[in-house]
């Protein structure tokens, strides 16, 4: 196999994971899933370890938005080290959602007996299934193989699942039909895009930085490690408007500025985009749709065009950004399929 072959074939087979996935859901009794009561009552939590805990990030936005309930995003590590700061005492409503690619991750099945000791009920969303499945009947398995070790698909899948699961019990029936629709919207943009991000990716940067605000700021964080993994290119993320208070002072022709636009917020991330040009560096931009100006401040523009909420769009930024790493990797000669010092699973000795 070519070196990356494994990786890039799993990037774009995403549109038939997606419908496979989507249609799986729709056959699932998801309320089997849900805690014992109310689930608005709940304070929700996502817990993940690396490119998982970026997608709890999302999920944890995205919950908030159609579900209107209280949701937040922790590493594993942070309840394991500090559970007194994350499920402190005086809340007993917490539905944690443990999040787990392989669902074999060392922090994220400790924290499941942690809660399995304090009586705390939780969800469990994972692919591979293994032992974390086996902590909870509460378990959501999707129909994800993924063999590549930077997670992709799987990414996609599950932030899919959660979203599909938070518009289902808040009656939003709208949403589920624009998750629907992005398989072939993704094949449509494929189509477009493919290409010029292969082109862009034979450029070298000595730095690489991801802007983005709202739900998009997890993307512009697991856009970023997917460069960092697949690549071995250091690459940072930022909010967009974050930018210019200090780490815009790394911005030269060498350094490559990427910004996702939200459409809530375009005028003032847009802004940020073009004052970075005006400084000299190398830029992308992913916006559903652009204006004339901001679109000439970008030597890579991919626009979605996507008539589907805010939210529903996630997933499809996030696509480029994954394509990117495996470009930039295969372009420095390595294989992102093999990640310099990465295993699938971290998996930690006692
Ligand atoms: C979590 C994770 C991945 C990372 C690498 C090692 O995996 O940290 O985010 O890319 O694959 O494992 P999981 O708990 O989702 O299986």
Same mark, same amino acid.
């Given at each position: 196999?070519?070196? *990356? ?106 924290? &499941? ?15 591979? &299934? ?10 959501? =398995? ?25 518009? =289902? ?44 605000? *709202? ?30 208070? &200090?780490? =815009? ?30 400084? &000299? ?24 065009? #996507? *008539?589907?909420?805010? #939210? ?5 930024? #996030? ?5 990117? *790493? ?21 998996? #930690?000795?006692?």
């Amino acid at each position: 196999m070519k070196a *990356g072959e494994r990786t890039l074939r799993e990037i774009y087979g995403q549109p038939a994971v997606w419908r496979r996935c989507l249609q799986a859901l729709a056959n699932t009794n998801l309320d089997i899933l849900m805690p014992d009561k109310d689930p608005f009552s709940f304070q929700w939590i996502f817990v993940g370890c690396g490119t998982s805990y970026y997608l709890a990030q999302a999920a944890a936005a995205s919950f908030k938005d159609l579900a209107a309930v209280p949701a937040n995003a922790v590493p594993a590590s942070e309840i394991l080290l500090f559970p007194e700061l994350h499920l402190p005492v005086w809340n007993p409503t917490v539905f944690p959602v443990l999040i787990s690619r392989s669902g074999r991750t060392s922090e994220v099945l400790e924290v &499941g007996e942690v809660l399995k000791e304090r009586g705390i009920q939780f969800l469990a969303v994972t692919c591979d &299934g293994n032992e974390l499945a086996e902590l909870t009947h509460r378990t959501l =398995k999707l129909p994800v193989v993924e063999e590549s070790t930077v997670m992709t698909s799987s990414f996609s899948s599950m932030l899919i699942a959660l979203q599909y699961i938070a518009a =289902k019990f808040a009656g939003r029936l709208d949403f589920i039909e624009a998750l629907n629709a992005l398989p072939s919207e993704l094949n449509r943009l494929f189509e477009l895009y493919a290409s010029q991000t292969e082109d862009f990716a034979r450029q070298s940067f000595e730095d690489v930085t991801f802007l983005a605000q *709202g739900p998009l700021y997890p993307i512009a964080e697991e856009v970023s490690l997917k460069i960092m993994e697949s690549s071995s290119t250091y690459a940072q993320f930022f909010h967009s408007l974050e930018f210019r208070h &200090g780490p =815009k002072s790394i911005v030269s022709e060498k350094v490559l500025v990427g910004c996702l636009l939200s459409e809530a917020g375009f005028a003032k991330e847009s802004a940020v985009l073009i004052e970075m040009k005006e400084l &000299g560096a190398a830029t992308l931009a992913i916006a559903n749709k652009f204006t004339p100006a901001v679109r000439s401040s970008a030597d890579l523009a991919i626009e979605l065009s #996507l *008539g589907v909420p805010e #939210l529903a769009r996630l997933v499809v930024y #996030l696509v480029w950004g994954q394509l990117l *790493g495996c470009y930039f990797g295969l372009q420095k000669g390595l294989d992102p399929d093999s990640p310099r010092n990465l295993s699938r699973v971290v998996t #930690l000795a006692g």
